[in-house]
Each structure stands twice: as C-alpha cells, then as structure tokens.
C-alpha cells in the first residue's frame, strides 16, 4: 500500500511539474532518469518492507506453528491420557459387572433374588403371623398351669404356687388348678369331673388329690352307725338314717344291685364298664369329651343300676372313673371300729376317772397310749404315700380336661387342654391340621412349604422360637423327672420299712402276736383288744 501512495504521489509530482515548469528535452530525460531512480528507489524500499514484513509474517508464522505443534504435543498427551483412562474404566466396569454377579449370587444363597423388587416372600418377619404364636403361646402357659393341682386357684388361696409378693402371683396363681376349679371339681356334676356324694367326705375338696386323701382318713367303719342295746352281751342295732359315709356304705352306693350268677359274667353287663377300666381310654386322647354321647351307649360306657352307680357319661367321667379303680379310693380302708377306738382312747386317757392306778393300769395306759399314735401315724404315712401315685395319675387325667383359654382381643379361642396343646406345639411344624389347600393366606400353607421359601432373617427368627419351645420341653422333662423321683423315693421307703430293725429282739412273728394280745396294731393294719398282759 505505501509503494503504490508513492509512485501514485510521484506521478502526480510529475504532471504537475511538466504542465507548470516546460523544460525542454534534456531536463525530460533527467527527469525520468530522476523518476526511474525515484521509482527504483520506491521499489527497493517496498520490497525491503514486503520482505520484512514478510520475515516478520514467516516468524510470526513460526511461532504460530510452534505454538500449534505444542498444541499437538498436548493434545497427544490428553488423547493418550484419555485412552488410558478409557481402558482403567472398561476395567472398573468389568470389575463392577462381576461385582454385581458376585452379589445376585449371594442373594440367591441367602434367599433373595436382587436382581429384582423385593416380594412379600422375602419378608424378614416370622414365617407365621405374631397372633398365631402369642394364641399357642398363652394357651400352652394357661393350659400347663391350669393343669396342676394343690396350689392356686380360685379356691385355694392359702396354698398358692409362689407367695403373693412375687410380682407374677397374679397370673400364675390366678391359672392353677382351672382344670378342676373351671367348672369347680367341689360340686357334684353328671357332666363333668367332679366329687361323688356316693364315694367322697365332706367337706369337699378343690382338687381329686386332696379329696382322696382326706377319703382315707375320715371313711370310717359301718359301727359308727351303730348303738348297743345291751353293752354287755355286745348286741348292737344299725341306724338306717345315720348320715355318715362309712366304708360298707361306700362300696354298697358303687355297687347298689348285686348282679345274679348269669349277669355277672354277661356282655351286656360288663360292656358298660370297659372303658372306665381301659388305660387307653384315660391316657390316650389329648381332650376328654364332657358332652354325653347318647348313640352307642354300650361304648361309651354309661352305666346302669346293675353295674355302676358312678356316672360314666361322658369321657372325662369314664377317665375320671378309671382313677377311683386304679387308685383303690374305691374300695376304702378298713379303718377300727367304734368300739375298738372308744376303748383303747378310754384307756389311754383314763376315762374312767382311776386315780390310784396300779401298775399293770399304768403299763395299760402307756401301751393304749403307744398303740394309738402308732396307728395315727401309720394311717397318716400311708395316706402320705399312698397321694404320691394317686396324684401322677390325676396330673395324667388333668392334662386332658378341657380349658377355656384366656380370651385375645375380641377372639374366643375353642376349649383346650395342656396335652393338646403340647401335641400341637411339638407337630404342626411337621403337618398342620390346620392348614387349606384352597387360597394363598401364608397362615394356611404348610410350615415345611413356608420355610423352603422364607428369607434368611425369618428362618432365624423361627430357630429363635424353637428354641425357646425346646426349653419348655427341657422344663417338663425336668418336672417329669421330679415325678419319678419323689415316686421311685416313696417306693424306696416302703421297701426300708421291711427291714426296719426289731427293737426288741425277739422274733416279728412273736412280738406281733404279744402286741396284738396288748391292744398293738397288727400287721395288716386291725388292732387288738386292750386287756393286759
């Protein structure tokens, strides 16, 4: 651009100088001699500033490109960076993809499947729902305390299983014994299990045990209804109307008809007795029945003016019948007659008023006296001994006697009792009875079916729970055990009693025979009179 302003300017110059100042050929020539030089100078200047410029562009241009191939040095370095990264990141997803295999494949040992939303399936709450353990759990509890006598109940406050300061005596004693307080075993039912005014004394008992032994001990012989119309020939008359229950009248209220020479080996007159002497029909079932089963009479045991008067309606009857058999609270013992105990006493307490008494009075008196308590306190050992194996079998019939268990919520459950209850604790895991093959409530399926499918978490919460059953178990072992100690105990001491030392060294055969002559006590448990030897 200032090459061409120049010669543009000097042209300019040259017109202006030859139109203005006419020279003549000469000063033409210098002039354009002068104007080429001009112009060759202008040239020379241009083309030094082009090739500066030039030089300058080239340079600049050389820095452009080494900035530029700096550029591409950097640009390698971060694509190669880049694809370092891009392989470190193929590697971490390789790396997460097996991480997560390793995780589906652990879901799936453990029960979950992971790769999908979580079902109802893979809960973590019990296979079965809360209600349904807390109702076999209150039940198991209610039933097992229901079931033992001699302690608690609304009828024997004063011999409770734990003292009242206990802060659980409410529920524990308030549950004992329901099985014979609920309906209550003190008032004569035909129904249910109950006292007999055929067999049992008054007052009667809250629970079988101690009705029986308070049977052994107040059943006395048919004389205390008697009265001597002439004391010294020993005539006596019996008082029809005498209110006592005395042993023959026991036996006789069991037995009110004595059967002829063809009935009492007939079917039909022993059929009805069958089930109250067959063990099975007292230990099997795992609930006695108290409804009365009218449609085969001769099976179920009912009873008639021939054979029976105790009422064996129902099941429990007939159970509660095999007992009374078993245990020979039937058949009551033969305790002394009236005479025989109003003498020795007389003796023994001087009566009579003797003040100056000899010595053969006083060794009299003494040897009454010894007589009496050694019979008192026999009569009391055995009954002591002999409640051991009554009570068993009534802890046997009172784990099958119907309990209505406590009410939950606004849910009555049905009748129950201690066996059932135990039978299902230790079984519906195995099949539940319970259980319908229509619908899909988890509470019907099979237990066995529920765990195959159960997440982890709700297995172990079921372990938890048969646990805590096993121990229950452990526990009624332990009392079981218990049992059998205090009976193997008793059975122990009454062997004991056999080689018991003679304390007065002569032979048992002769000693007995010198006591009975002194009003002792014999072996099989009658006395002797009381005269002196």
């Known amino acids: 651009m200032q090459f061409k302003f120049h010669f543009l300017l000097l042209c300019i110059l040259s017109f202006v100088s030859s139109a203005v100042f006419p020279q003549n050929s000469n000063d033409s020539g210098l002039a354009t001699e002068a104007y080429q030089v001009q112009e060759n100078q202008l040239l020379t200047q241009e083309n030094q500033l082009t090739t500066q410029g030039l030089s300058q562009a080239n340079t600049q241009l050389g820095q452009t490109n080494t900035q530029l191939g700096q550029t591409n040095t950097q640009l390698g370095q971060a694509n190669t960076q880049l694809g370092e990264a891009n392989s470190q990141l193929t590697q971490t997803n390789d790396q997460l993809k097996k991480l997560v295999s390793y995780f589906v494949n652990l879901g799936k040992y453990l029960g979950y499947d992971i790769s999908q939303y979580a079902s109802p399936s893979y809960s973590q709450t019990l296979l079965t729902t809360p209600t349904k353990y807390q109702q076999l759990e209150t039940s198991l509890l209610s039933n097992y305390l229901g079931s033992l006598m001699g302690g608690g109940g609304n009828n024997q406050s004063s011999n409770p299983l734990v003292p009242d300061s206990i802060p659980q005596s409410t529920i524990i004693n308030g549950y004992a014994n329901q099985a014979f307080t609920n309906p209550s075993y003190a008032s004569p039912s035909q129904q249910t299990v109950s006292v007999s005014d055929l067999v049992d004394q008054q007052t009667y008992q809250a629970d ?62 022993n059929t009805p007795l069958v089930p109250q002497l067959n063990s099975d029909v007292f230990i099997v079932p795992l609930l006695y029945s108290t409804t009365n089963n009218n449609s085969n009479n001769s099976q179920s045991g009912s009873t008639n003016a021939l054979n029976s008067s105790l009422p064996a309606s129902t099941q429990a009857q007939q159970a509660a019948n095999f007992v009374r058999y078993a245990a020979g609270t039937l058949n009551p013992l033969t305790l002394p007659s009236q005479k025989t105990y109003d003498s020795l006493v007389s003796t023994a307490m001087n009566y009579a008023g003797v003040t100056n008494m000899t010595s053969t009075q006083v060794r009299a008196q003494l040897k009454a006296q010894v007589t009496l308590s050694n019979y008192l306190i026999q009569l009391r050992t055995y009954a002591a001994q002999t409640s051991v194996g009554i009570s068993n079998l009534y802890y046997i019939l009172s784990k099958r006697l119907p309990q209505t268990p406590p009410q939950q919520g606004n849910s009555q459950s049905p009748p129950s009792s201690a066996a059932l209850s135990e039978f299902n604790m230790a079984t519906w895991r195995l099949f539940n009875t319970n259980s319908s093959n229509s619908g899909n409530n988890a509470t019907q399926q099979q237990w066995l079916d529920m765990i195959n499918n159960g997440s982890s978490v709700s297995v172990q919460k079921e372990m938890a729970i048969l646990l805590a059953e096993i121990n229950y178990q452990l526990y009624l072992t332990r009392q079981q055990n218990e049992r059998m100690l205090l009976t193997q105990s008793i059975i122990l001491l009454q062997n004991a009693q056999t080689i018991r030392p003679n304390s007065e060294l002569v032979p048992e055969s002769a000693a007995q025979n010198n006591w009975g002559a002194t009003g002792g006590t014999y072996s099989n448990g009658s006395t002797g009179g009381t005269a002196g030897p």
Do not use: H, W
């Open 208 to 269: 079988p045990v101690s009705q029986s032994v308070l049977n052994i001990l107040a059943t006395p012989s048919y004389s205390y209804c008697t009265y001597y119309t002439n004391a010294n020939s020993g005539n006596s008359t019996t008082n029809s109307n005498c209110p006592i229950l005395f042993r023959e009248k026991v036996m006789a209220g069991i037995i009110p008809q004595l059967p002829n020479a063809e009935d009492v080996f007939s079917t039909a007159y």
